[in-house]
């Protein structure tokens, strides 16, 4: 058989529309690195909420993301406009995003328990609007081009624009909040320390500057990017056929419910008493569930056109590389997140002078996207999922070495994080890229493509390691009994505190990159069969006969095809 891409597989994109794709990230990371680096902070020290709550905050809310980013790939699959299926998200969801991120760091004046409901209220508006433009972002480079070269191109330009939308937010970030709230200079404990006189004003005043910066990136990306893969069979709309599997599939409803139920055990910290609740709760929803099963199936009957939804559910829970990438996202930006929450309460309370937190940050953007510039020379050299565990095992021991640094040692902490930095540069980009690669695996095996639905449950990986990542940092500061400012006076933290910040930024997250590294072992899309994937695909899609067949030359014999699980 011949295998030789199909001259359209081959085609170049161009600079301008790499770049304006990329725009649409560094839009992203404006609010995402926010919420990395500075959410728990805010919600500790600035707005009042205990480390607990916030915590538990960052996992509770996560349950939402369960059904709405399902929904999101789902409906965007299923869009069609003028402007194609996923780049009209980025028009219709920008400025409600911006709006959403503004109200979540405003700090009314309410009640412990009023602040508690604005937040989770703010927070969880702020990541619905999130993962309705984020999710057709992501999925709009799976359609940009149907060459996994030119993908791994495009997913370059990307992450260096998302690194510098981080390097915005870490250089600019703090000196904008002092800018915006004023500055004092006052003795705590003896030693002088400038403070900000109105930290709640200075961030709320920030983030809207953001805000309209990332609305007019997103508009850029909706105006110079282009989608240019169609499905090879075009997608039916059978909205009733979908609405009875989600009514009457058990299989559905339990991976619902033991997520949301799991989501909320941890948020629970594992408590003996909330997981009794909890597997009460699971039981009397499961029952529920099959309730509404057997009531809709007899009212409904069977569907006379079979669900696409129910189709592309099975395709993806039965891709064992999209199981690979699922959770080593999950591991992986649980550990990032556990990290990235702690350096600046490390900086802080361990070294002394929180300002060195933005300088550390912004090393490491820098040295990161250099790594990225690394990426396509790699991928020509290494196969992606060697790479991968390489470079993740990698980091992971620059992360651990943290451990040993004393407290002025700050040109070690530097040293390490520049190399930290250059070694994970290119996993983001691979990442993405494999998972466009996935969306065509599962094409070529299916005959149907559901690219908003892989990139919206690689999003939901990617949320709930963060979401993970966040609750752990808040938990982990509850732990090691970490005492919060009291009316903006610090408090001199405990040697078991300090040694905590010292294992939350080396320790704990080394542990999940390496369990991510371990995941990857179970992702088997060789080079040899990417190049496959994208010729027989190219062959499918060309144009067909008078009579509507396909030609004898675009004819495949899908029993040919390697089984992922063999």
Same mark, same amino acid.
């Given at each position: 058989?011949?295998?030789?891409?199909?001259?359209?597989?081959?085609?170049?994109?161009?600079?301008?529309?790499?770049?304006?794709?990329?725009?649409? $990230?560094?839009?992203?990371?404006?609010?995402?690195?926010?919420? #990395?680096?500075?959410?728990?902070?805010?919600?500790? $020290?600035?707005?009042?909420?205990?480390?607990?709550?916030?915590?538990?905050?960052?996992?509770?809310? /996560?349950?939402?993301?369960?059904?709405?980013?399902?929904?999101?790939?789902?409906?965007?699959?299923?869009?069609?406009?003028?402007?194609?299926? @996923?780049?009209?998200?980025?028009?219709?969801?920008?400025?409600?995003?911006?709006?959403?991120?503004?109200?979540?760091?405003?700090?009314?004046?309410?009640?412990?328990? !009023?602040?508690?409901?604005?937040?989770?209220?703010?927070?969880?508006?702020?990541?619905?609007?999130?993962?309705?433009?984020?999710?057709?972002?992501?999925?709009?480079?799976?359609?940009?081009?149907?060459?996994?070269?030119? /993908?791994?191109?495009?997913?370059?330009?990307?992450?260096?624009?998302?690194?510098?939308?981080?390097?915005?937010? %870490?250089?600019?970030?703090?000196?904008?909040?002092?800018?915006?709230? !004023?500055?004092?200079?006052?003795?705590?404990?003896?030693?002088?320390?400038?403070?900000?006189?109105?930290?709640? @004003?200075?961030?709320?005043?920030?983030?809207?500057? @953001?805000?309209?910066?990332?609305?007019?990136?997103?508009?850029?990306? =909706?105006?110079?990017?282009?989608?240019?893969?169609?499905?090879?069979? *075009?997608?039916?709309?059978?909205?009733?056929?979908?609405?009875? @599997?989600?009514?009457?599939?058990?299989?559905?409803?339990?991976?619902?419910?033991?997520?949301?139920?799991?989501?909320?055990?941890?948020?629970?910290?594992?408590?003996?008493?909330?997981?009794?609740?909890?597997?009460?709760?699971?039981?009397?929803?499961?029952?529920?569930?099959?309730?509404?099963?057997?009531?809709?199936?007899?009212?409904?009957?069977? +569907?006379?056109?079979?669900?696409?939804?129910?189709?592309?559910?099975?395709?993806?829970?039965? &891709?064992?590389?999209?199981?690979?990438?699922?959770?080593?996202?999950?591991?992986?930006?649980?550990?990032?997140?556990?990290?990235?929450?702690?350096?600046? =309460?490390?900086?802080?309370?361990?070294?002394?002078?929180?300002?060195?937190?933005?300088?550390?940050?912004?090393?490491?953007?820098?040295?990161?996207?250099?790594?990225?510039? =690394?990426?396509?020379?790699?991928?020509?050299?290494?196969?992606?999922?060697?790479?991968?565990?390489?470079?993740?095992?990698?980091?992971?021991?620059?992360?651990?070495?943290?451990?040993?640094? %004393?407290?002025?040692?700050?040109?070690?902490?530097?040293?390490? %994080?520049?190399?930290?930095?250059?070694? !994970?540069?290119?996993?983001?980009?691979?990442?993405?890229?494999?998972?466009?690669?996935?969306?065509?695996?599962?094409?070529?095996?299916?005959?149907?493509?559901?690219?908003?639905?892989?990139?919206?449950?690689?999003?939901?990986?990617?949320?709930?390691?963060?979401?993970?990542?966040?609750?752990?940092?808040?938990?982990?500061?509850?732990?090691?009994?970490?005492?919060? +400012?009291?009316?903006?006076?610090?408090?001199?933290?405990?040697?078991?505190?300090?040694?905590?910040? /010292?294992?939350?930024?080396?320790?704990? *997250?080394?542990?999940?990159?390496?369990?991510?590294?371990?995941?990857?072992?179970?992702?088997?899309?060789?080079?040899?069969? #990417? %190049?496959?994937?994208?010729?027989?695909?190219?062959?499918?899609?060309?144009?067909?006969?008078?009579?509507?067949?396909?030609?004898?030359?675009?004819?495949?014999?899908?029993?040919?095809?390697?089984?992922? &699980?063999?």
């Amino acid at each position: 058989m011949n295998h030789e891409p199909h001259p359209s597989v081959s085609k170049t994109l161009t600079v301008g529309e790499k770049v304006g794709y990329g725009l649409g $990230d560094c839009a992203s990371n404006l609010y995402w690195k926010t919420w #990395e680096f500075f959410l728990v902070y805010f919600y500790t $020290d600035v707005f009042g909420l205990t480390a607990r709550s916030t915590g538990q905050l960052m996992l509770a809310t /996560r349950m939402i993301d369960a059904i709405s980013d399902p929904l999101v790939g789902y409906l965007a699959d299923r869009t069609r406009t003028a402007w194609g299926r @996923f780049r009209p998200y980025l028009l219709w969801l920008s400025l409600p995003l911006a709006v959403t991120a503004v109200l979540t760091f405003m700090t009314p004046d309410l009640s412990p328990r !009023g602040k508690l409901i604005y937040a989770y209220a703010t927070y969880t508006a702020a990541m619905i609007a999130y993962t309705a433009i984020n999710i057709p972002y992501g999925a709009l480079m799976g359609v940009i081009s149907p060459n996994s070269e030119e /993908r791994t191109s495009v997913s370059t330009y990307r992450f260096v624009a998302a690194f510098c939308g981080g390097l915005m937010i %870490q250089w600019l970030m703090l000196d904008l909040v002092r800018w915006f709230g !004023g500055t004092s200079t006052i003795r705590v404990g003896g030693v002088t320390k400038e403070v900000v006189i109105n930290e709640p @004003f200075g961030f709320t005043a920030t983030m809207a500057i @953001f805000g309209v910066l990332a609305v007019g990136m997103f508009l850029i990306t =909706f105006a110079t990017t282009r989608e240019r893969v169609e499905p090879e069979v *075009p997608g039916e709309q059978t909205y009733q056929s979908d609405i009875h @599997f989600v009514l009457t599939s058990t299989r559905l409803h339990q991976t619902l419910l033991l997520s949301i139920g799991l989501i909320f055990g941890f948020a629970a910290t594992l408590s003996r008493t909330m997981i009794i609740g909890i597997v009460i709760g699971y039981a009397i929803a499961s029952a529920i569930s099959l309730f509404v099963a057997r009531v809709a199936q007899s009212r409904m009957g069977t +569907p006379d056109t079979p669900s696409t939804l129910a189709a592309d559910f099975d395709d993806l829970t039965r &891709n064992r590389p999209w199981l690979s990438l699922f959770f080593f996202g999950l591991l992986q930006l649980t550990g990032h997140f556990i990290r990235g929450g702690g350096i600046l =309460f490390y900086f802080k309370y361990y070294c002394g002078d929180a300002a060195l937190a933005s300088h550390f940050w912004m090393l490491g953007s820098m040295t990161a996207i250099l790594g990225m510039l =690394f990426t396509k020379t790699l991928v020509r050299h290494v196969a992606k999922r060697t790479l991968m565990i390489v470079l993740n095992l990698g980091v992971a021991a620059t992360t651990a070495g943290f451990y040993l640094l %004393q407290p002025d040692q700050t040109t070690a902490m530097y040293i390490l %994080q520049a190399v930290a930095g250059l070694i !994970g540069g290119p996993i983001p980009v691979l990442l993405w890229a494999m998972y466009a690669d996935v969306a065509d695996y599962s094409e070529w095996k299916t005959h149907r493509r559901a690219t908003g639905l892989v990139f919206a449950a690689a999003t939901f990986s990617q949320k709930l390691g963060c979401a993970i990542g966040a609750a752990t940092t808040g938990f982990a500061l509850d732990y090691f009994r970490y005492a919060p +400012p009291t009316d903006g006076v610090e408090h001199p933290q405990s040697e078991f505190t300090i040694d905590g910040l /010292r294992i939350m930024i080396s320790i704990i *997250p080394a542990i999940f990159l390496t369990l991510a590294a371990l995941a990857m072992l179970a992702y088997d899309i060789t080079g040899a069969m #990417e %190049q496959q994937v994208q010729s027989e695909l190219a062959r499918r899609k060309r144009p067909r006969s008078e009579s509507g067949q396909m030609t004898e030359q675009d004819d495949i014999d899908v029993d040919d095809r390697p089984d992922v &699980n063999s």
